[in-house]
């Protein structure tokens, strides 16, 4: 074979080899945005669990995110003092939850679901994400009347999701994506027991995709130190790769996220 035939054969091969590896680089780079993970594609779910029980629970992941909602165009401005309550409720649910305080989550339930009324009541439950909202609340109230752990902590955290959604259409004093760190957090939390690696790949990709949008306002605001320690984090993240690694991270990832907030606040 000629000399000038190999190079032309051999460049050839890099060509096609360079741009797969572009076309790599760009699926990669062209992750979801922050809230992608609310409708992620279900193609891409897959069961890593052996155990019959944790299939069940993954299973439920699968559809978490499937509502198809993100192109609705919200016209009501919601108050935010009242999804503000609806969120602190909801987080102390979450907590009273996860240590099996059933009488104390009940109480905190209560007190949601009074201020749940508040905003529907204006509403007159004509709203898509209230309608959203009333369902989780529903599912939340029957897992925690079951005292069943995994789905109340599931739930709540559901219940912050469709707040997140409404609350995106309003002034916030705090970030956003500060609220969606939180979310995926918990997120962190609930799935390392079922053993879901891919899931909880998704979820860890999600906060570092979160945390590079909203990081230029943390240091904008003085939180240059808050910021060091979240980097941190999300190295550690990235190096993770089993679920109790994901589990030790998710109360960081939580812990920090309060530190977030108090430099809004």
Request: proline fraction near 2%.
């Amino acid at each position: 074979m000629k000399k000038s035939t190999k190079i032309l054969i051999v460049a050839s091969l890099l060509g096609v080899s360079g741009f797969a590896g572009l076309l790599k680089v760009a699926h990669r780079s062209s992750s979801a945005e922050p809230i992608a993970i609310m409708n992620q594609p279900e193609s891409n779910f897959q069961i890593v669990s052996k155990d019959n029980q944790k299939d069940k629970n993954n299973l439920l992941a699968k559809k978490s995110y499937s509502e198809a909602d993100k192109n609705i165009q919200v016209k009501d401005s919601f108050d935010l003092y009242s999804l503000n309550q609806i969120n602190q409720y909801t987080e102390n649910t979450y907590d009273a939850v996860k240590r099996k305080d059933w009488t104390q989550a009940q109480a905190n339930l209560s007190q949601l679901k009074k201020t749940a009324k508040v905003i529907a009541f204006k509403f007159k439950d004509t709203n898509i994400f209230l309608n959203k909202l009333n369902h989780r609340i529903t599912k939340l109230d029957k897992a925690i009347k079951q005292q069943n752990r995994q789905s109340a902590m599931r739930y709540c955290n559901q219940v912050t999701l469709v707040t997140t959604k409404m609350e995106m259409h309003s002034q916030l004093k705090v970030p956003i994506e500060i609220t969606l760190l939180d979310y995926y957090g918990r997120e962190l939390e609930i799935w390392s027991p079922t053993g879901n690696i891919v899931w909880l790949h998704k979820t860890a990709a999600n906060i570092s995709l979160t945390w590079s949008k909203v990081r230029p306002s943390i240091l904008a605001n003085a939180g240059a130190s808050q910021a060091d320690k979240f980097d941190k984090l999300i190295i550690d993240m990235d190096k993770a790769s089993s679920s109790n690694e994901y589990s030790r991270l998710a109360n960081k990832v939580q812990d920090e996220v309060d530190n977030l907030e108090k430099i809004f606040k």
